[in-house]
Structures are given as structure tokens and as C-alpha cells.
């Protein structure tokens, strides 16, 4: 009995320890439709909150089918209808009044571009050491520091 509680309690302690080191993963579509609309309840029937357009990237909270709940940049919930997402082509939002795009992922590399606060980029790869990679609706190419953007 001894050695079994002292078992118990050393598997609990490991999985304790390994407890800091578990990431949970966020989950980011985008709007697939010119214009989504968001609702208070998972259903047609539900009250009409307001419209995103195209692009905007929104974090999926509950999944429940062909309903999403899912939470915008601002951290309002609401609900939309998934046929109006796509997971497959990411996008994030500028969330400072300024962003600085650069070539590489160094911020003493060239300056391409400053991206005022709003605007919707697509995402060519996640964030590798503070700075995601992605493109402007007019081709421009390059990286922006993570922390300058919501939805990566």
C-alpha cells in the first residue's frame, strides 16, 4: 500500500512538472465571404451583432459544427457560421497605430513598407523568433514583428 501511494504521488509530481511546459494552441480562421455576419447565439434566428469583412482573422473558441463561436481582436465573443471562415488561408491584423515591414526577420533589415493599425495581412508562415512572415493584398512580401499583430 506504502508503494503504492508513493507511486501515485510521483506520477502526479511528474505530470506537475511537465505542466509549464504544455502549450495550448490557438485556433485562427479568417472571413472567406465579403461580408461575415456575427450573431449572439448559434443560429439565423439570433440577433444580427455586426459585419467583418474579408480577410479579418477571428480565434475559434467553441466549435459546434457549422457554428463557431469565436472571439475578434477587441476580445468580444459572438458567433458565426463556419461556411463563412476559411482555415486554410490565415490572415492577422496590424494591432499597433504603426508596423514596420521588413524584408528579413531583423530589425535592422530593409524597411519595405509601414502598415497603419487595421490592416489585414495574409500569413505565409507562424511566428519564428518574434516576427511572422506575410503578404500585402498588393504583393508586398515580407515580415512584421508578432507582437504588432492579432491573429498568429
Known sequence: MKHQLHTKFALIATLLALLPNLAVALEYRSVSVPKATLYDAPSP????????????????????????????????LSWIEVKQLSAAKRTVLITQAQAELR???????TLIAK?????????????????????????????????ATWGS
Open 45 to 76: 434566428q439570433g440577433k444580427k451583432l455586426y459585419l467583418i469583412g474579408q480577410g479579418y482573422p477571428v480565434e475559434v473558441i467553441v466549435n459546434l459544427g457549422d457554428w463557431l463561436k469565436v472571439r475578434d481582436n477587441q476580445g468580444g
Open 103 to 109: 524584408q528579413s526577420a531583423d530589425v535592422t533589415s
Open 115 to 147: 502598415l497603419d493599425k487595421d490592416v489585414v495581412l495574409e500569413l505565409l508562415e507562424p511566428s519564428k523568433n518574434g516576427w511572422v512572415k506575410v503578404k500585402h493584398k498588393d504583393g508586398l512580401t515580407g515580415y512584421v514583428l508578432a507582437n
